[in-house]
């Protein structure tokens, strides 16, 4: 999956993360906590960017001679997300799907998100983006933002009853 958008839904204020899949068509919009949402925007690391506290995690993983490889949404139960950060060795440790999404933007990582989430309550891009990616991206936005302004948390619940 890659980052499309951050945005803020209209009736809640709720940060919403647009994720969209690499190759194919759906997207997952993910309502965020704020304070995720802020890293998030803060986008990938730079070298010279002060260090915040999502960026501490790859370097002590590192010093304890593992790897971080990614994060992945890997439940939708009752409209809430769960994910895991997934390490090197198969080794996988639950997370607020905010934190997981935080330090994989910070560290550039693969974010990866259940198949079976996709089937569930993925969007196709095109509903988002009636214009297609190509237009101009003020369009783009607003497109989404119209999408998004009429979406809830609630939407994500159990869509089989």
Request: hydrophobic share 45%; glycine share 8%; proline share 7%.
């Amino acid at each position: 999956m890659r980052v499309v958008r951050l945005v803020v839904h209209a009736r809640t204020r709720e940060p919403v993360l647009l994720l969209g899949e690499i190759d194919g068509d759906r997207c997952l919009p993910v309502f965020l906590r704020a304070d995720q949402a802020q890293v998030i925007a803060f986008g990938p690391r730079g070298e010279n960017d002060p260090l915040l506290t999502q960026d501490l995690l790859v370097p002590v993983v590192r010093g304890l001679g593992r790897r971080l490889e990614g994060a992945e949404i890997t439940e939708l139960r009752d409209g809430v997300f769960a994910a895991e950060l997934v390490f090197d060795q198969g080794t996988r440790i639950a997370a607020r799907p905010s934190d997981a999404l935080a330090v994989a933007v910070r560290d550039a990582l693969p974010i990866w998100v259940n198949e079976a989430i996709l089937d569930e309550v993925g969007q196709p891009t095109a509903e988002l983006f009636p214009h297609g990616s190509d237009a101009p991206p003020d369009q783009q936005l607003r497109d989404f933002r119209q999408f998004i302004d009429e979406v809830s948390p609630e939407d994500f619940g159990n869509t089989a009853g």
